[in-house]
């Protein structure tokens, strides 16, 4: 963390449970646009071996679109197996020809 730019994370380490770094992410902050993160690099490591690296980039920020309801909806084809979790317990189901979940048996 930096302190002076806002107490912002520029880099976190995952570690296994003997204290060896597993995983680096790199983040970098954009001078515009209120200095949200414009990109991060994961790198992978097995012992002191880089097995991975990826990096990504933000190309696009829109703060509080415009939304419907279709934006989260999900055609499942027919014989979906579906598990909904309500937050109590899940309940399975499968979809039908016409794209409905019914209750798995």
């Known amino acids: ?3 002076s ?3 912002r994370i520029h880099r976190a380490y995952k570690r296994d449970n003997r204290g060896n770094v597993v995983t680096q992410v790199d983040v970098d902050y954009a001078v ?3 200095g949200a993160i414009s990109k991060w690099r994961k790198i992978d490591f097995r012992g002191n071996v880089v097995t ?5 980039m ?5 703060l509080n679109p415009k939304v ?3 934006d989260f909806s999900i055609k499942l084809a027919p014989r979906t197996l579906l598990f909904e979790n309500n937050g109590a317990r899940g309940q399975q189901a499968i979809v039908d020809e016409n ?3 019914q209750p798995a048996e």
């Open 52 to 56: 991975r690296t990826s990096t990504s």
């Open 1 to 3: 963390m930096e302190p």
């Open 32 to 34: 515009k646009d209120n």
């Open 58 to 62: 933000v190309s696009k920020i829109t």
């Open 68 to 70: 419907s309801d279709s």
């Open 5 to 7: 730019n806002g107490y």
């Open 99 to 101: 794209g409905v979940p």
